[in-house]
Nanobody, 123 residues
Framework: VQLQASGGGLVQAGGSLRLSCAAS????????MGWFRQAPGKEREFVAA????????YYADSVKGRFTMSRDNAKNTVYLQMNSLSPEDTAAYYC?????????????????WGQGTQVTVSS
């Protein structure tokens, strides 16, 4: 599976962005998907995850209520709608695919990674 993330950019605090992650191949629906982020000098951290069929989602406490993850298996794409952004959300955002049934927050359990898309939130 090859993943291509897009949609990052510069936004003012309080604004919104929608990230997309397009996957290649016909087995997309066999993977749980996750979004992670990494700020300079910090470890990569879990943001959100969604199950294979899209029925179940899970969010880090820091983004709960502000971010929404969804997927369209017909389009081989996952999304991350980010609202009420703050400067603390500034990071490179990565999408990833896992063969784990359900979802996982562990970086080590994701099998495929896309390149990062930069999100910068100005105060």
């Amino acid at each position: 599976v090859q993943l291509q993330a897009s949609g990052g950019g510069l936004v003012q605090a309080g604004g919104s962005l929608r990230l997309s992650c397009a996957a290649s191949g016909r087995t997309f629906s066999r993977y749980g998907m996750g979004w992670f982020r990494q700020a300079p000098g910090k470890e990569r951290e879990f943001v959100a995850a969604i199950s294979r069929g899209g029925a179940n989602t899970y969010y880090a406490d820091s983004v709960k209520g502000r971010f929404t993850m969804s997927r369209d298996n017909a389009k081989n794409t996952v999304y991350l709608q980010m609202n009420s952004l703050s400067p603390e959300d500034t990071a490179a955002y990565y999408c990833a695919a896992t063969s784990i049934l359900g979802w996982t927050t562990s970086v080590a359990l994701y099998d495929y990674w896309g390149q990062g898309t930069q999100v910068t939130v100005s105060s």
